[in-house]
């Protein structure tokens, strides 16, 4: 592939050998081999078309979870503890003693609203969830697992083409497809999964930590 340069100050063609050529004598030179380190363009656009061709697959699609539950994608997150509780004692503006950890694993925690009655008589309360920025990465991890699982299990084990048996997982790149799902399911995506999947409420952010809340 020939690679052209032209010089107008010169009027001469340049190649990557060299510069000087005249335009008159009617050749150019192409290179013999190619310098070591150097890619040439084609091999380039070669590499690129499976990564464009995922780039434009990614604009048509709008992430679905159905089937999903809390629990499955707060697998191996760790628990929740006083760390937790001390956030939302904070972001409530509450004291300690009105809070009740009830889920440690969805992170779910009853929160006793005493700003209806101070005297402790029926006092209401409400339900909230917590997790920090290394614990939603935890659960995008999770969430991923399951997105793949569920595109492998979709798969049929075998296809017959003009009688060829053919195993289509054998054919999948699985370093792309993970790519795929990888720019689908974003940090701030799964805090929306999460927000569909509790059904709760999402308030926002406090230091590394994000709230959630059933209050209406």
């Known amino acids: 592939m020939k690679i052209l340069k032209f010089n107008e100050q010169q009027s001469q063609v340049q190649t990557p050998q060299g510069q000087g050529q005249s335009q008159s004598q009617g050749q150019v030179q192409t290179p013999q081999s190619q310098p070591q380190g150097q890619v040439q363009p084609f091999q380039v656009q070669a590499q690129s078309q499976?990564?464009?061709?995922?780039?434009?697959?990614?604009?048509t699609y709008k992430v679905n979870t159905p089937g999903l539950k809390?629990?499955?994608?707060?697998?191996?997150?760790?628990?929740?503890?006083?760390?937790?509780?001390?956030?939302?004692?904070?972001?409530?503006?509450?004291?300690?003693?009105?809070?009740?950890?009830l889920d440690k694993k969805k992170h779910i925690f009853k929160i006793n609203d005493i700003t209806g009655d101070i005297m402790n008589n029926n006092r209401a309360f409400f339900n909230a969830m917590i997790f920090d920025d290394n614990?939603?990465?935890?659960?995008?991890?999770?969430?991923?697992?399951y997105a793949m699982?569920?595109?492998?299990?979709?798969?049929?084990?075998?296809l017959n083409v003009f009688g060829i048996e053919m195993k289509p997982l054998s054919y999948i790149d699985k370093e792309?497809?993970?790519?795929?799902?990888?720019?689908?399911?974003?940090?701030?995506?799964t805090v929306n999964i999460m927000t569909n999947i509790s059904k709760f409420k999402y308030l926002g952010k406090i230091q590394e930590f994000h709230v959630w809340t059933d209050k209406k």
């Open 50 to 59: 499976n990564l464009s061709a995922i780039k434009s697959d990614i604009k």
């Open 70 to 101: 809390l629990d499955e994608i707060t697998n191996d997150v760790s628990y929740a503890s006083n760390i937790h509780k001390k956030v939302l004692v904070t972001y409530f503006k509450t004291n300690i003693q009105y809070i009740d950890l």
């Open 135 to 145: 614990e939603i990465k935890s659960v995008r991890d999770n969430v991923l697992y």
């Open 149 to 158: 699982g569920d595109f492998y299990a979709g798969l049929p084990d075998m």
């Open 176 to 189: 792309e497809l993970k790519y795929v799902f990888e720019q689908h399911i974003s940090f701030d995506e």
